[in-house]
């Protein structure tokens, strides 16, 4: 039976093919018992969400009975302690956006979920957008040629050169400082803007949750707020003082203002680039958990990098559950 998972995780690379694995499991009812063996073997897992539309979050929620889902601290406990989590999951969304928060807090009342918000408190300080909402904002709107910016010429005259730029940007995002890739962001903003390429309601980022909304919401004991640091910058790219800033500050922002612990971290990014061989040690010194955006159950995975399971808007019922099958 060990063999089930990895050879549809093979499979399941290719979106044709996903989608047609994720029919015929639902369709063929072997959904029900392959869960079952995934959660004995490899226990439950953390789902990974960003800014969904609430029917099509609930869709996935429903989608993966019978498993069900418990907050995150009492996953991470029984994980910690070596129970079985079988059969069970904790919901995370990143980022703190505002009208993300409100309609999802909503859903959950009245459904009784758990759920954990992971905030970036820089966000929530100076709520004017973080530089990669910019920057995919404006990627659609940069014109397909040379461009002037006061910091030099940019070619974007070509196909192969936008896709470049495009990883280039990834690149310094999840590997950089902010002050490496900010400022021509920025640069990038203005000329769209003076172009009359976009309008800026079109390009802004969403605004984040309050922090009066944080404290109100705080109060309901199905709904915890965690740390997303305070930049959202790659914290391979900061030093272990610098490091221990953002996770020490972040955490005691989160716990002013919601008069709760605040025990769960969640990497900037989360891939293993952006994370580095620093940040999970000093997480351990704050943190009860962290979380990443490696793929995969709760396994045999030690306390400070947690793997989590995304689901995206684009991902039916039918996918998420593949998806808790086969990662």
């Not at 960003?50 to 601290?73: A, D, K, Q, T, Y």
Request: glycine fraction near 8%.
């Amino acid at each position: 039976m060990r063999g089930i998972v990895p050879r549809i995780r093979s499979i399941a690379l290719g979106p044709g093919a996903r989608s047609a694995i994720a029919k015929s499991v639902s369709r063929l009812g072997t959904y029900y018992p392959l869960q079952y063996v995934a959660g004995r073997l490899a226990g439950g897992f953390i789902l990974a969400f960003h800014n969904p539309p609430v029917e099509r979050f609930v869709e996935h929620i429903e989608s993966l009975g019978p498993n069900r889902p418990v907050s995150l601290s009492e996953l991470v406990e029984r994980h910690a302690r070596g129970g079985s989590t079988a059969g069970l999951f904790a919901i995370t969304f990143d980022d703190g956006v505002g009208d993300t928060v409100r309609a999802i807090t909503t859903v959950i009342a009245k459904r009784q979920w758990p759920v954990t918000f992971f905030l970036p408190t820089g966000y929530l300080e100076r709520p004017l957008g973080m530089p990669f909402q910019w920057v995919r904002a404006i990627e659609p709107y940069l014109p397909a040629r040379s461009i002037a910016l006061p910091s030099g010429p940019l070619d974007l005259s070509t196909p192969g050169a936008l896709r470049a730029f495009a990883k280039q940007m990834a690149r310094l995002m999840y590997t950089g400082r902010s002050d490496r890739y900010a400022p021509l962001i920025m640069e990038l903003v203005d000329f769209v803007l003076a172009h009359g390429l976009a309008e800026r309601r079109t390009i802004e980022p969403p605004a984040p949750v309050t922090w009066d909304e944080v404290s109100r919401l705080s109060r309901n004991a199905l709904i915890r707020f965690e740390s997303h640091g305070v930049s959202h910058c790659a914290l391979s790219a900061l030093e272990p003082d610098e490091i221990e800033r953002e996770l020490r500050e972040s955490r005691d922002t989160i716990r002013a203002h919601t008069n709760l612990p605040c025990e769960h971290f969640c990497y900037p990014f989360g891939g293993r680039e952006s994370i580095g061989s620093s940040a999970p040690q000093i997480a351990a010194r704050y943190y009860r958990s962290a979380v990443t955006m490696t793929r995969g159950r709760l396994g045999g995975h030690g306390l400070h990098l947690l793997p989590r399971i995304p689901l995206y808007p684009d991902d039916d019922g039918a996918v998420a559950r593949l998806k808790v099958l086969t990662i």
